[in-house]
């Protein structure tokens, strides 16, 4: 399977965006899709994580309240609706899938795909 994730861009603080995570080579079924986030000279950090037969989600405190993760079966895709922007969610914004336990999902190591990274820039 690979990941291709797009609709990042140059937002002010306050906008809104959707990035979407397609998946291809196969349909996603006993996946977890997760969503993370890397800043200039920082690691990269958990944001968000779908189970993708439960559409069970978890997010990261900092995004509580403004961003939302969805699946479409059709298009066999994710999305990260980001809402209220701040220029602290600037980063690129990478998508992945695991199989893991619900205990270890916001643990980047246990990703196995990743996709590309879609650049996110808000002004303030």
């Known amino acids: 399977v690979q990941l291709q994730a797009s609709g990042g861009g140059l937002v002010q603080a306050g906008d809104s965006l959707r990035l979407s995570c397609a998946a291809s080579g196969r349909t996603l079924n006993s996946d977890k899709v997760g969503w993370f986030r890397q800043a200039p000279g920082k690691e990269r950090e958990f944001v968000a994580t779908i189970s993708w037969n439960g559409g069970t989600t978890i997010l990261t405190d900092s995004v509580k309240g403004r961003f939302t993760v969805s699946r479409d079966y059709g298009r066999n895709s994710v999305y990260l609706h980001m809402n209220r922007l701040t220029p602290e969610d600037t980063a690129v914004y990478f998508c992945?899938?695991?199989?893991?336990?619900?205990?270890?999902?916001?643990?980047?190591?246990?990703?196995?795909?990743w996709g590309q990274g879609t650049l996110v820039t808000v002004s303030s």
């Open positions: 992945a899938i695991t199989r893991t336990v619900y205990s270890s999902l916001r643990d980047p190591t246990k990703y196995y795909i």
